[in-house]
């Protein structure tokens, strides 16, 4: 079944731990997403990629980082857990194509806390 | 840049009411709208989406959206809310290279 998935799903850590957020898409989407959400809050879009070994920067600043090495695995690395990093991050992907507007298919999320 | 803001953080309506969430975009283009729901603990979800062919959209679950320029408006309605409609619904606008931009979300809450 195509799909979109996030592990884990929660996550609690401590203080300056490195992590990693995996998301893998099984759709064949070229472009791949990561967006981070705290609670009640609007998505705000922190890294893009349009395809293998493609990475850019979003819109909200963001101290990790991520790696797009397969085309169906986009994962997010934070080097140094900290208390502000605390919130939710999805994962989206989309289909390249030329129409704007393609939808993008968002995984559940994972839940961060940093105590 | 294009941007979308929605009208209230919270609304709440009766199970059988009417249900109306209020978007309005601001976009120097022609813009491409979506409305997505989350549920609890759970990812977004596309309800339907604006991509400059009919101004009113109809999407999953009974709802709809009305396009309209002059009011640069995008307000997502059902006709009678049902129990399980409760939820946060984001308004969207494409930026640049299919780049989505939220608005705040409205969490919906529907009484019995």
């Known amino acids: 079944e195509a799909d979109i998935y996030q592990t884990p799903r929660y996550l609690v850590i401590g203080t300056g731990k490195k992590i990693t957020l995996e998301c893998s898409q099984t759709m064949g989407h070229d472009k791949m997403y990561w967006y981070q959400q705290d609670p009640g809050m609007e998505l705000h879009l922190i890294h893009y990629?349009?395809?293998?070994?493609?990475?850019e920067k979003g819109d909200l600043s963001s101290e990790s980082t991520v790696s797009r090495i397969r085309t169906e695995h986009f994962p997010l690395t934070l080097e140094s857990a900290r208390p502000s990093h605390t919130s939710q991050y999805l994962c989206?992907?989309?289909?390249?194509?030329?129409?704007?507007?393609?939808?993008?298919?968002f995984g559940p999320g994972t839940r961060l806390t940093v105590l | 840049a294009q941007s979308v803001t929605q009208l209230g953080s919270h609304v709440s309506v009766s199970e059988g009411a009417l249900v109306l969430l209020r978007c309005n975009y601001s976009?120097?283009?022609?813009?491409?709208l979506f409305w997505y729901v989350q549920y609890p603990n759970q990812g977004l979800q596309l309800l339907l989406k604006?991509?400059?062919?009919?101004?009113l959209v109809k999407g999953i679950n009974g709802f709809e959206a009305e396009f309209k320029k002059s009011e640069t408006s995008f307000h997502l309605t059902k006709p009678s809310a049902h129990m399980s409609d409760a939820a946060e619904y984001f308004c969207?606008?494409?930026?640049?290279?299919?780049?989505?931009?939220f608005g705040q979300g409205t969490r919906l809450t529907i009484n019995p």
């Open positions: 604006y991509t400059s062919a009919a101004t």
């Open positions: 990629s349009y395809g293998v070994n493609s990475t």
């Open positions: 969207a606008i494409i930026q640049g290279a299919q780049k989505l931009v």
């Open positions: 989206a992907s989309s289909e390249w194509g030329d129409t704007v507007g393609n939808e993008q298919f």
């Open positions: 976009s120097s283009v022609p813009p491409y």
